[in-house]
């Protein structure tokens, strides 16, 4: 069992998604947030809240971009790890046969 999101690559990838998730709902209340300081007037507010969208899109693309590798990664050890199988099984098979 992990005890961490980061013991393995699928609870890293999962817990990636999570924070993707966190994000986008960050995204939506600030973006409500922008509305209502637009509607009250509120220059510096909007000013800042803007600034707080702009960090939280480069952080998205940034987690986006991590949620893709990780994928890569997932890919790439199931296919070492069929490769492995597929020539563990090739050598035994070579040794069963060298041994007749």
């Known amino acids: 069992m992990a005890e961490t999101p980061f013991d393995n690559i699928e609870g890293s990838h999962e817990y990636v998604a999570m924070l993707s998730e966190a994000l986008e ?3 939506r209340d600030v973006e409500g947030e922008i509305r ?3 509607s009250e007037g509120a220059l510096r ?6 600034l707080v969208s702009y960090n939280l899109a480069k952080l998205n693309l940034h987690i986006t971009t991590s949620r893709r ?25 070579v040794g069963t046969s060298a041994g007749a």
């Open 25 to 27: 709902e960050a995204r």
């Open 36 to 38: 209502t300081a637009d």
């Open 69 to 93: 590798i990780l994928n890569d990664l997932r890919s790439l050890r199931r296919l070492l790890m069929a490769e492995r199988g597929v020539q563990s099984e090739t050598e035994s098979e």
């Open 45 to 50: 507010r909007k000013e800042a809240l803007l």
